[in-house]
């Protein structure tokens, strides 16, 4: 089993920044791929970035390219989404998940979820 743990949302104006972290217990963390996923009431689930297991490969969601970074710190056992130049459409709740195996962007795909963490971008 491994668990997730979001961190870093919170409110912000348009043009803000903000860094959110996902840290990871109970699984060796160099063996997980790891993506970001987001979700705004009432509308479905929506890939956002993934890393593979040694941070040599990224894939990011064409709505973020340019503004976000996802990164990962192996020795911490934790992954980064650095978020710039942020949007009102960007608020949602957003998600970290987990998989042994390469999912990118197929969220059905990931064995484990965190809880979550608001990011709310005001207009």
């Known amino acids: 089993q491994v668990q997730l743990v979001e961190s870093g949302g919170g409110l912000v104006q348009t043009g803000g920044s903000l860094r959110l972290s996902c840290a990871a217990s109970g699984r060796p963390f160099r063996l997980l791929n790891v993506g970001w996923f987001r979700q705004a009431p009432g509308k479905e689930r929506e890939f956002v970035a993934v890393?593979?297991?040694?941070?040599?490969?990224?894939y990011y969601a064409d709505s973020v390219k340019g503004r976000f970074t996802i990164s990962r710190d192996n020795a911490k056992n934790t992954v980064y989404l650095q978020m710039n130049s942020l949007k009102p459409e960007d608020t949602a709740v957003f998600y970290c998940?987990?998989?042994?195996?390469?999912?990118?962007?197929?969220?059905?795909?990931?064995?484990?979820w965190g809880q979550g963490t608001q990011v709310t971008v005001s207009s």
């Open positions: 998940a987990a998989s042994t195996d390469y999912s990118g962007m197929f969220y059905s795909r990931y064995d484990s």
């Open positions: 890393i593979t297991r040694r941070g040599d490969g990224t």
